[in-house]
């Protein structure tokens, strides 16, 4: 397909758009994804301090009695719960049956030396996370509270083949805007070039149409309408002229014409000569005549001019028994034409 100012505006217009579209889908999953994410954790934290308090006031015995209204306390979510000596020896968990992929045993490892940390541990087959908050109790008792990234993930998940689906639908109407942007941006230019075709087959009153906005393309166009109306001046002043010249020029020609339709329809008069004198205002004593004819030559010879005759092998006998020219302006030679003009040129200058 030839490649056209048409078709890299609307690439650009369609690549800007689903660009653009990416980027805010990109921007629009960060932030869902932390605020899927800072949600969790403060869950997370909110059942912390409340089994914390629990735990302070009631000991282990009552945080596992209110563990056990898992409706009041959970409102329906499921939550990790670990209790560990300072030793970091669980002494109670609680963990739903929906999470036995996760490595628990790994809490066991190294010693809960802070006050409050995350702890994230891996699925088995690495779908999702556990996310774990960390308190310390009085006595060096640890109490952690987790919660599963399955439901984010999940979510996120669904997410992401939402944005695949749209991205599809905005490729097409990307691609639909960039075509209604590029026709629309290059509808001057078309323009353009309607009125040049249209100029170029003689219609000099074809002019750009303009849309009155102010831009770039908007003032190229009165700029071409003003020189096409210049150049329909100029065409219009030269055929005024020309006009002119035929018309001055037809008179004379005609008079001419009409003289030696005459002259060749009557006898030998010298008119036709003397009018052609008069056309190149000259006197007809420096005219020069050149004839084959013994007609031509008697009535150049009647209007005063200079003659040579050529002789041709029908008239030479006549021209040379009508004694109207010496003999020496008789050529039978053609050929030595130019020397005897040459020689009458230097007597009339002489």
């Known amino acids: 397909m030839r490649k056209t100012i048409g078709v890299r505006l609307t690439a650009w217009y369609m690549g800007l758009f689903i660009v653009s579209s990416i980027a805010t889908f990109g921007v629009t999953y960060f932030l869902l994804a ?38 009041r306390i959970q409102n329906g979510k499921p939550f990790f719960i670990r209790v560990a000596d300072s030793r970091n020896k669980t002494l109670f968990v609680k963990i739903p049956n929906q999470w036995s992929d996760f490595e628990i045993s790994k809490l066991d490892d190294p010693p809960v030396n802070h006050t409050r ?9 690495d779908k999702a996370v556990l996310e774990i908050a960390t308190m310390m109790q009085p006595g060096g008792a640890i109490l952690q509270v987790g919660r599963s990234t ?20 905005v490729v097409f109407i ?39 906005t102010g831009d770039e393309l908007d003032e190229l166009s009165m700029l071409f309408n003003n020189m096409l109306g210049k150049i329909a001046m100029l065409v219009q002043g030269m055929r005024d002229a020309l006009d002119n010249v035929a018309h001055d020029l037809r008179t004379p020609v005609a008079r001419m014409r009409g003289i030696a339709e005459v002259a060749l329809r009557s006898e030998p008069h010298p008119e036709i000569y003397l009018c052609a004198a008069r056309l190149l205002d000259e006197q007809p004593r420096d005219c020069l005549v050149i004839e084959d004819s013994p007609v031509g030559v008697q009535a150049a010879v009647a209007a005063g001019m200079n003659c040579i005759a050529v002789a041709t092998p029908f008239t030479r006998a006549a021209l040379h028994a009508q004694n109207l020219l010496a003999p020496e302006w008789i050529v039978d030679d ?17």
């Open 117 to 125: 940390q995350w702890i994230r541990i891996p699925s088995k087959n």
């Open 34 to 71: 932390s605020f899927l994410q800072q949600r969790d954790q403060e869950s997370i934290l909110s059942t912390l301090q409340q089994l914390a308090s629990e735990y302070r006031a009631s000991g282990l015995e009552g945080l596992k009695e209110e563990v056990s209204l898992e409706g």
């Open 150 to 169: 399955e439901e984010r993930d999940g979510l996120l998940e669904r997410f992401r083949w939402f944005r695949v689906t749209v991205m599809i639908v």
């Open 334 to 350: 053609p050929g030595t034409l130019p020397a005897v003009v040459e020689r009458l040129l230097t007597r009339r200058s002489a």
């Open 174 to 212: 990307g691609m639909i805007v960039g075509m209604f942007l590029a026709k629309r941006t290059l509808r001057p230019i078309h323009h353009l070039i309607e009125a040049v075709r249209a100029t170029e087959a003689g219609a000099m009153d074809s002019r750009v149409p303009t849309r009155q």
